[in-house]
């Protein structure tokens, strides 16, 4: 293989430290550590391949204050009724048990970059040679008039796994006979781009089969979203008559909602709903900016290890961090944890550190056997994240395709959890 | 079947336009010579039946594994589904190495490597595909060419650690103790195998997008290390 000039320095730069003042890296202690906040697809993936391919030569904590970790990726196939919420639950044994990972179920509230110490909730201080942080998304305050996190029990977000997801399926299962289901979709950027769009083809699929005579309004703050033809295509042939998708060009972005009231009133035109799913606007989640990495609601990092812009020993991962061309996804975050646990072994060890190759795929159930995918590959590029190569299902694919890339996305699903957490 | 509208009007455009500069493929009597080696499973013509193997009658232009009747392996299945369609390229390249395109076809034939003979079956085989006049006579993809890999990319040696590391972008979406679940397993394969199948998605002889996209930015040394790390994987 070629080894360009970065990887070359880093890794000798690396092997140089360790030689001559190991106590420089590991700070009197014995082993170098790795904290990591937030045990999601990039999370979990950073922790387990750092654990696993260093052969416990570094010391990974991973804090998540959830033990069982629902996945926002497939909780829309929850809601269309094709995954039970236990299918998508997972836990963080395997990770303390095989890799010896120290697994600590808190929350980190601050972290004081000077000392290189994370606080957590519980009081106690974790000291780290290297922070990684991939902490997801939190919503934006006041980016929807009305809604606040405190109105999300009439007006869920859904948009982290777990008991947003079920109180989201347990309104549309209670709505009326021909009653209304509303969404708020949001601004660019933000988690999983087809993730508004797959959840109205699963409440129409559950909608079509309990409650045909149900309408489904989208307030959309843009003129265009992913995979739309794959989409608008889907819902015309499965749920005709049924979704009114509403763009910017229509007033779309002009919204706001009154959860007690129960209504949502789009470009001056107030309508009563029955369900209503707001998804804000978007930022990275809040330790990042506690830690003071973000700059605006992202964290920008190096696509070459995923190091920040801010300090060079702290790495953001996944949603949180503004990288280029990559969509915010688990297999992004996957994806980027890879490169970084590459780069942060390699300057905590000395290990061979490898050019950074990114990829992302993301999948889409539209009705029953119905699936779609989109994908692309990416390089690091001294700027950013670039994108090198990509695909897209074809409208019109015939019904054996759809069904394979549906299967395809299940065998997915297990994959990417087993890389996780198994 | 996404390729069949394209392939009929590429065919029917080329007939027009190559029809006075028509060049056969290949000659059909040596290859009915020829098809003795696969009449042990497969029968063509008039009172064709399946046997080992399915009939070859009309197999220009059908999706692989699609013939009503016939149990095929899960790999053609597969494959199939994933968009391969019999076309003078993919048959030329099938023909010359089965596993090349299919990993784990039941049709147990080493292939033939001669361009000529399989040019040569080809035009046999035509015989008995619907409306073999309208076949593209001088279209560039009718011609036998050669698929086969050069032995040097063959003969590299992979770095399993570089491999290793290569291997966790596929490790998202295959898993690492084999099993298959909607999507098939890469561990254990025979080294060749392995990369013969990467080349021929990273030349898109081999349909599936996902994988087209991902060999195709991998070159001949990484493949060759994701080769020798997945090989000794279990």
């Not at chain 1, 990972?101 to 780290?128: E, F, Q």
């Not at chain 1, 830690?291 to 300090?311: H, L, R």
């Not at chain 1, 190569?389 to 015939?398: L, P, Q, R």
């Not at chain 2, 596993?99 to 035509?126: E, H, Q």
Request: charged fraction near 20%.
């Amino acid at each position: 293989m070629k080894l360009n000039r970065r990887i070359f320095m880093g890794s000798s730069a690396a092997a140089m430290a360790s030689l001559s003042s190991p106590a420089v890296l590991a700070d009197g202690h014995g082993k170098p550590r790795v904290v990591v906040i937030g045990g999601g697809a990039g999370g979990a993936t950073v922790a387990k391949y750092l654990a696993k391919d260093s052969k416990g030569e570094i010391d990974v904590t991973l804090v998540e204050p959830t033990r069982t970790y629902f996945t926002c990726f497939f909780s829309n196939l929850y809601l269309g009724g094709f995954k039970d919420i236990d299918d998508l639950g997972h836990t963080y044994g395997t990770l303390a048990a095989k890799y010896g990972i120290n697994v600590v179920h808190d929350w980190a509230v601050n972290v004081d970059r000077d000392s290189k110490t994370v606080t957590l909730a519980g009081g106690s201080k974790l000291p780290y040679d290297k922070l990684v942080l991939s902490p997801g998304i939190d919503f934006v305050e006041g980016a929807v008039e009305g809604w606040s996190i405190a109105a999300q029990n009439a007006m869920p977000h859904a948009y982290k796994g777990g008991s947003q997801t079920e109180l989201l399926k347990a309104q549309v299962m209670a709505m009326p006979e021909g009653g209304t289901f509303a969404m708020v979709a949001p601004p660019n950027p933000y988690r999983c781009p087809p993730g508004p769009y797959e959840r109205i083809s699963m409440v129409a699929h559950v909608l079509k089969a309990n409650n045909p005579t149900a309408k489904i309004i989208v307030a959309d703050p843009k003129d265009k979203f992913s995979k739309q033809a794959l989409f608008q295509e889907g819902w015309a042939n499965h749920y005709a008559g049924m979704v009114d998708w509403i763009g910017s060009d229509f007033g779309g972005g002009n919204v706001s909602v009154d959860p007690n009231a129960m209504t949502i009133t789009i470009d001056g035109e107030e309508t009563k709903v029955d369900a209503c799913n707001v998804i804000p606007a978007m930022k990275a989640g809040r330790i990042a900016e506690l830690a003071g990495v973000t700059d605006g609601n992202w964290a920008p990092v190096n696509a070459a290890d995923m190091s920040t812009k801010a300090d060079a020993d702290v790495y953001v991962l996944g949603d949180s961090s503004q990288q280029g061309d990559m969509p915010k996804s688990g297999f992004s975050a996957n994806s980027q944890a890879k490169v970084c646990a590459n780069a942060v072994r390699g300057a905590l060890t000395g290990s061979k550190v490898f050019p950074a190759k990114f990829s992302n795929t993301c999948w889409s159930l539209i009705d029953t056997d119905d699936g779609v995918k989109v994908g692309a590959t990416y390089e690091a590029t001294d700027e950013k994240i670039a994108k090198v190569d990509g695909f897209i299902s074809a409208t019109g694919e015939d019904s054996a395709t759809r069904k394979a890339t549906y299967e395809e996305s299940e065998g997915w699903y297990a994959g990417i959890t087993a890389d996780m957490f198994g | 079947m996404r390729s069949t509208p394209f392939l009929k009007s590429a065919l029917a455009a080329s007939f027009v336009a190559g029809a006075s500069l028509a060049e056969e493929i290949g000659d059909a009597d040596a290859g009915e010579t020829l098809f003795s080696k696969c009449k042990g499973c497969h029968q063509i013509g008039a009172s064709a039946e399946d046997r080992i193997g399915p009939h070859l009658n009309g197999i220009f232009g059908r999706r692989a594994g699609a013939h009503e009747g016939f149990a095929y392996s899960k790999s053609m299945q597969r494959a199939g589904v994933d968009g391969l369609t019999w076309t003078a390229e993919t048959l030329d390249a099938y023909i010359e190495n089965p596993r090349a395109l299919v990993s784990k076809t039941r049709m147990s034939f080493r292939g033939i490597k001669n361009p000529d003979d399989r040019a040569n079956l080809m035009a046999y085989l035509r015989d008995f595909s619907d409306n073999p006049s309208n076949l593209p006579e001088a279209e560039p993809t009718a011609r036998a060419t050669d698929h086969d890999l050069d032995p040097e990319i063959l003969a590299l040696q992979g770095d399993p650690e570089y491999g290793e590391y290569l291997s966790n972008e596929c490790l998202t979406c295959h898993q690492a103790d084999g099993s298959a679940e909607g999507i098939p397993s890469i561990t254990q394969w025979p080294e060749e195998d392995f990369v013969v199948a990467m080349h021929a998605y990273k030349r898109k002889l081999r349909p599936h997008p996902v994988m087209q996209m991902m060999a195709g930015r991998l070159n001949n040394d990484e493949i060759a290390a994701l080769a020798a790390y997945f090989k000794d994987l279990d």
